[in-house]
């Protein structure tokens, strides 16, 4: 008996050595190393016009061979180069059609109005660049704002504006159907990114 305890005593010993011994050979050297600053941030389209409404100042009893000019300043307060276009709705289709618009880029100190002789035409511009000149009621005045690069599209780098001259006339032809009537018209900005977006 005190024979088989002691056999049972070395062997738990035993046992107790080789565990303390595979503990001891299971010690390895370690490293770790993070990559860290991934960072992603994306950019901003943010198209401001000043003024907000009212280019031209209103006419109130306009008549045949009366002209409004007014300049607007387009700026990029975004991020990312944006390109945009601009659209026009009027309050009354009849007048709208009547009358003639033209929008040119300024190009020296001034714009280089009237834009418009008092029977319609245009006048020669100096500086400017005539960007549309047709009827009032032309909902489509500089390019499209359809999805993409697209015709007449005015391209805009971050933090750059550019001035945009605004003229309208009402002909020395335009007929008596067009008395009496009231018109307001609203141009639309409508801006989008230029990268990956051909």
């Known amino acids: ?22 503990v ?9 190393d993070s990559v860290g600053s991934n960072t992603f941030n994306t950019g901003t389209v943010a198209l401001t016009t ?7 100042t209103g006419v109130t009893t306009g008549a045949p061979g009366d002209r409004a000019t007014g300049s607007l300043t387009a700026t990029n307060g975004g991020s990312l180069e944006l390109r945009y276009a601009v659209t026009g709705s009027n309050t009354s289709a009849t007048l ?32 400017d660049t005539q960007l549309f000149a047709g009827a009032l009621n032309t909902a489509a005045l500089v390019g499209s704002n359809a999805q993409g690069a697209q015709a007449g599209d005015r391209t805009l780098a971050a933090s750059a504006n550019e001035i945009l001259c605004f003229a309208v006339v ?29």
């Open 1 to 22: 008996m005190k024979y088989s305890k002691r056999i049972l005593l070395a062997l738990l010993a035993f046992g107790v050595v080789a565990a303390i011994v595979a």
């Open 24 to 32: 001891i050979s299971q010690a390895i050297f370690t490293d770790s």
């Open 50 to 56: 000043s003024p907000t409404s009212a280019i031209w």
């Open 96 to 127: 709208a059609a009547g009358m003639n618009v033209r929008i040119g880029l300024r190009g020296g100190g001034s714009c280089d109005f009237p834009y418009h002789n008092t029977d319609g035409t245009t006048t020669t511009l100096t500086d």
């Open 170 to 198: 009402l002909p020395t032809s335009a007929g008596n159907s067009l008395q009496g009537l009231n018109n307001t018209t609203t141009f639309t900005f409508d801006s989008e990114q230029t990268t990956n977006n051909p």
